[in-house]
C-alpha cells in the first residue's frame, strides 16, 4: 500500500501517527531530500501487507517539482526499480485531481474509483474521467477505470437512486461489489486493524472479500486479453470476448444474454494495443450473439459456430458448459 495523501489516513489507519515516522513518500519523491527508495521506507504491518507511508509534508511536492521534466514519472520510475516482486501495489490517492494524483494515474494499470452513495457522490468524477482521457492521449497510457459503490444503506431510496445513476454514469465499468454501511469497518479503522484482524463475520468483511476475488478476477481476464488468444474464451463463471480491432471506435457485443441491447454492459473495453476485450458473467447455457463493430451488426468472425436467425441473417453460437 503506498500512502500519496498528504492526508495519510492509509497510514493513520495502519500504524498510527505518521508524523512520528522519520522518512515518508516525500523522501522518495523530492528532490530537496537525500536519494531514497520505496523500500528505505516500506514498513511490514502484516504477512502480505506492506505500507510506503505518507505525511503532510507531502502537499509541498507540487510546488516542489513545478516546472520540473518528469515530474508527472516520479511514482512510476521509483516503483520500476522495486526489487520487491509485489503480485499487488495499491496506491491511495489524495481527494483532488493535481501532480500526486496523476503520478498515480500514470504508474498504474487500473483505477478503483470509490463512490459514496450520497447527494454528491457524482462530484468530481467528471473531471477525473476528463485526466485519464488526457493521460491516454498525451502518455500512451490505458488505465482501467472501475467504480465502487461505498457506504451504501440499501434501506434509504435516496441511497437506491445514487446507485442506479452510478451504474448509468459508468455504463458497465462499476464493480458487483457493493460496500454497504457497517459500523465494523468503523471500529476496524479506529482499532487501526484490517477488517480481517478485525472481525470475518460482519458484513463489511465479506463485501471486501468479495471486492478482492472480483479485482483479481480482473487481473486473469486482463492477462488474457494481453495473450494471443482472440474471440470468445469460455471460462468457469461465462465468457471472455477478446478481439484485435485497433481502426474501431466503438465494439459491443450483443445477444440473448443482454437482450439484444446496445450500450451499457454490452460494450468492449479498449486497451493500448488496440485490442477490445470484455467479461460477461453467463450462466450455463447456449447463447446467440453478433458483434457491432462502429455500428455495423456482423457474425464473429473468430467463431465457426453460427445459426440462421428469423431476419435473413446469420447469429454466432456460444455454449457455457
Not at 53 to 74: C, K, N, T
Not at 82 to 100: A, K, N, R
Not at 264 to 277: A, N, T, V, Y
Not at 304 to 309: A, G, L, T, V, Y
Amino acid at each position: 500500500m503506498i500512502d500519496l495523501d498528504p492526508q495519510a489516513h492509509a497510514t493513520l489507519g495502519l500504524m498510527g501517527d505518521p508524523e512520528e515516522l522519520a522518512r515518508n513518500m516525500y523522501d522518495v519523491l523530492s528532490d530537496l531530500s537525500s536519494p531514497t527508495t520505496l523500500e528505505e521506507v516500506t514498513l511490514h504491518i502484516l504477512p502480505n501487507l506492506d505500507l510506503v507511508p505518507s505525511s503532510v509534508i507531502l502537499s509541498a511536492l507540487e510546488q516542489e517539482l513545478s516546472g520540473r521534466p518528469g515530474r508527472e514519472l516520479r511514482l512510476h520510475n521509483v516503483i520500476q526499480s522495486l526489487t520487491i516482486p509485489y503480485d499487488f501495489l495499491i496506491v491511495d490517492c489524495p481527494p483532488s485531481i493535481g501532480l500526486l494524483t496523476f503520478n498515480a494515474l500514470r504508474a498504474c494499470d487500473e483505477v478503483i474509483v470509490p463512490i459514496e452513495t450520497s447527494i454528491f457522490s457524482l462530484h468530481g468524477v467528471e473531471k477525473l474521467l476528463e485526466t485519464t482521457r488526457v493521460l491516454s492521449e498525451r502518455a500512451g497510457h490505458n488505465t482501467r477505470i472501475m467504480a465502487l459503490a461505498t457506504i451504501y444503506d440499501r434501506r434509504t431510496k435516496l441511497a437506491k437512486e445514487i446507485f442506479k445513476r452510478i451504474r448509468e454514469h459508468f455504463a458497465g465499468k462499476v464493480f458487483n461489489s457493493v460496500i454497504h454501511t457497517n459500523i465494523r469497518l468503523r471500529e476496524a479503522a479506529l482499532s487501526r486493524v484490517p477488517i480481517t484482524k478485525l472481525d470475518k463475520t460482519s458484513s463489511g468483511y465479506r463485501d471486501y472479500r468479495q471486492l478482492t476475488e472480483e479485482v483479481i478476477k480482473g487481473e486473469v481476464w486482463a492477462e488474457k486479453a494481453e495473450d494471443q488468444s482472440i474471440g470468445p474464451q469460455i471460462l468457469d463463471d461465462g465468457v471472455f470476448f477478446s478481439y484485435k480491432i485497433p481502426d474501431a471506435e466503438d465494439v459491443q457485443v450483443v445477444g440473448d444474454f443482454n437482450d439484444w441491447k446496445l450500450g451499457g454492459k454490452s460494450q468492449l473495453d479498449k486497451g493500448g494495443d488496440g485490442r477490445w476485450s470484455k467479461f460477461l458473467r453467463l450462466d450455463k447455457g447456449r447463447y446467440e450473439y453478433r458483434l457491432v463493430v462502429n455500428g455495423k451488426w456482423m457474425t464473429d468472425p473468430h467463431n465457426p459456430q453460427i445459426i440462421s436467425n428469423p431476419y435473413g441473417g446469420e447469429n454466432s453460437v456460444i455454449i457455457v458448459p
